[in-house]
């Protein structure tokens, strides 16, 4: 975690990349800078990939599932809410596991009651 970083329950929920960060810059070109502005671009791009994915899926349920599959490591314990830092890949696994449960339904009438038996062997 970087020198600048904020840190601390219940504010920071999660860590993500901020130092040393290849960045557009003007005019046209590129450079590597720090900072907590560097590491939003992670977290909101993740976000993006899951919503393109997975369009059904509310703000608040990606923003569920981004705390979820936080990869937790020891040194971010005290750091952050989840004790973790953004793993991208276990986010999108995450919400894959989850897209069964959506069904969509098409026909029938509104606010009719759908019931739905789901057998699990581990």
Do not use: C, Q
Request: positive net charge; glycine residues 8%; proline residues 7%.
């Amino acid at each position: 975690m970087s020198s600048f970083s904020n840190f601390g329950p219940p504010y920071v929920h999660i860590g993500a990349p901020g130092s040393s960060i290849m960045s557009t810059w003007p005019p046209s070109r590129y450079k590597t800078i720090s900072g907590t502005s560097m590491a939003t671009p992670h977290v909101s791009g993740a976000a993006a990939l899951v919503f393109s994915a997975f369009n059904y899926l509310m703000p608040s349920d990606v923003r569920r599932l981004i705390l979820a599959s936080a990869e937790r490591v020891s040194w971010m314990t005290s750091k952050v809410t989840t004790g973790g830092i953004l793993d991208v890949e276990a986010l999108v696994m995450h919400a894959e596991a989850e897209a069964w449960l959506w069904l969509p339904l098409t026909g029938g009438r509104p606010g009719r009651t759908v019931s739905v038996n789901v057998s699990a062997n581990s």
